[in-house]
């Protein structure tokens, strides 16, 4: 049977090597999921039917959002919970159009760039109270809740408070991942004492196994607080003194001040074509714009032709990655501080002029911006959401590194996000640190619309990967002809090495790393090298993936990652 298996393979085409060995389709780990109704993709088969439960009890796709993302602060505390900010697109059938909301926080007034150079610090520290940024979820909740909820926000809460009080069952991708961050963040108060439990009579404590209970009372009780006292209970209530009494006991800045200062904003999303298809980002300080610009670099080859994981492919888009991340790298921040030039870096004259800079036969080993700054006087979940009205929500939120900060709060039951560590300490920068600025954000929800109308809500979590990956998407759907399953279950490519926002100090020079997912074929690999391309194996960076497209039969259908705990489902 091995030789015989053997004989078909060498029968196939290239690409057919990442293919179904049986059927020589593209491979998926699972069906679509296709619902008449509604639909909800998440990371955690339990906060998808909070989202069901939601909308068939009259709730738009936003309450169901909201209900989600609140277990999913519960349940997926390695990855996002109300001390992190969020970020989501609408579709809202009734103007039949788009909404963008920027939900994330600022740094802290009393903080200044002086104060890290007084450190001696080069980079903000990725945990401790020195990145902790005002967390921008709740506030985020409550505005888009204003705009197309239609329960009483109380009852969007009340599963996540039921679960908090009552426990679950930890699934397995997060037992690893709480497990590896323990060691780590048990030295900053409050982490030991809300995020851990017993041992195993050692005397140490430590995260939650697979299958094993957490509940999180000092999380219901914060949940309570929101939902009777709305979004000021959070930011200028009892929950806001606690924090400024905690960052100040514990070498913090973050202050009350700084809480109830905070607001987020309704953003235009923008756009750019390919190959027929709108496919929408939030403009910076996000870096969603990275993968429009990786899209528009890409549209002049034909990918089809090619075929997944040829060496064409992998290569096309590695080199576009590397210019779209000079550019983010050099000019995306916040808006408030410096005016990143979107439709410039968008628009499809500046991407002929860069890819000229490609080369079919070697890689790039350092790659300038094509726009140079003139400064004017920014882990995680990813979910989406469709109901049976038409509002589809693309929507993602985070703590940053993991778990965060490890700064927790005592009594409240949530880590605060490190969002901060992405400021660069270095004057003149646009994403330089300054008081009360957003940092650069890595977290992206994506939407696609053809002819005016909703086609795809979908999103890739993951730092990073996260445009990397959003491009990869659009390409195996439109490009190579895959199912929303096959999209997101194809073997990913992830290059690592460009200049990152934190200055120029880590400025590319060798062309970077390229990791590829199991599945692409050594005569790929060995074409790569021989580009220069560094190619190396990784077990993990790939990111995490959910979507929903419309059904043009009705109704829609789903996919869900298979990396991850996650689930698709509708009714």
Not at 364 to 375: H, R
Not at 501 to 520: F, H, R, V
Request: include cysteine; charged fraction near 20%.
């Amino acid at each position: 049977m091995r030789s015989l298996f053997a004989a078909v393979l060498l029968t196939l085409p290239l690409t057919a090597m990442c293919a179904d060995r049986i059927t020589g389709k593209p491979f998926a780990t699972r069906s679509e999921v296709y619902a008449p109704h509604a639909i909800a993709a998440t990371s955690h088969p339990l906060a998808t039917q909070i989202a069901l439960d939601v909308m068939k009890q009259g709730g738009s796709a936003v309450d169901a959002a909201i209900a989600a993302n609140a277990a999913l602060g519960l349940m997926e505390p390695t990855g996002n919970g109300v001390g992190g900010d969020l970020f989501a697109i609408v579709w809202d059938p009734k103007s039949k159009k788009l909404y963008g909301y920027n939900g994330s926080g600022r740094s802290p007034k009393s903080l200044s760039l002086a104060e890290f150079q007084r450190r001696s610090l080069t980079e903000i520290p990725p945990h401790g109270p020195l990145p902790v940024t005002v967390p921008g979820a709740v506030d985020a909740w409550f505005a888009l809740h204003g705009r197309f909820g239609r329960k009483p926000i109380a009852d969007d809460l009340a599963p996540a408070i039921r679960y908090a009080r009552e426990g679950h069952p930890v699934h397995e991708v997060i037992a690893y991942y709480w497990d590896r961050s323990v060691p780590t963040l048990s030295k900053w108060p409050g982490f030991t004492e809300q995020f851990t439990v017993a041992g195993d009579g050692d005397g140490k404590r430590r995260g939650p196994r697979t299958g094993e209970m957490w509940k999180n009372p000092n999380l219901a009780n914060t949940l309570e607080k929101i939902a009777q006292g709305g979004r000021d209970a959070f930011y200028k209530g009892d929950i806001a003194r606690t924090i400024d009494a905690y960052f100040k006991a514990n070498g913090g800045f973050l202050s009350y001040e700084d809480m109830a200062a905070h607001t987020g904003e309704w953003v235009e999303p923008v756009s750019t074509n390919y190959r027929g298809y709108d496919v929408w980002e939030l403009p910076p300080n996000g870096q969603g714009i990275a993968a429009l610009q990786i899209l528009n670099l890409l549209e002049p080859y034909d990918l089809k032709k090619y075929g997944f994981g040829s060496p064409e492919h992998v290569h096309l888009f590695t080199e576009a990655k590397k210019l779209a991340f000079a550019d983010r790298a050099a000019s995306y921040a916040d808006p408030d501080f410096y005016r990143t030039p979107v439709a410039k870096l968008v628009s499809k004259e500046y991407a002929r002029e860069r890819g000229k800079l490609i080369s079919m036969d070697r890689a790039a080993k350092a790659v300038e911006p094509g726009v140079i700054p003139q400064l004017n006087e920014g882990d995680t979940i990813y979910m989406t959401v469709a109901d049976a009205d038409g509002m589809m929500v693309s929507l993602i939120q985070s703590n940053y590194r993991g778990m965060g900060s490890g700064m927790a709060p005592p009594g409240l039951g949530f880590i605060f996000q490190d969002r901060g560590e992405q400021f660069v300490l270095k004057e003149g920068h646009p994403n330089s640190f300054a008081p009360g600025k957003r940092p650069f954000h890595t977290i992206i929800p994506a939407f696609v619309t053809k002819s005016g109308q909703p086609w795809l809500s979908f999103g890739v979590m993951g730092g990073a990967m996260q445009p990397q990956g959003h491009a990869q998407i659009l390409m195996n759907l439109i490009d190579f002809g895959m199912n929303l399953q096959e999209a997101g279950d194809a073997p990913r490519i992830q290059h690592d090495g460009s200049t990152e926002p934190d200055g120029q100090a880590k400025a590319m020079s060798d062309g970077g790393e390229l990791d590829l997912e199991s599945g692409y074929p050594y005569e790929t690999v060995r074409a790569l090298m021989r580009k220069g391309h560094s190619v190396r194996f990784a077990d993990g960076p790939y990111g995490g993936y959910q979507a929903i497209m419309v059904n043009p039969n009705g109704g829609y259908v789903g996919a869900s990652e298979s990396r991850k705990d996650g689930q698709a489902a509708g009714y």
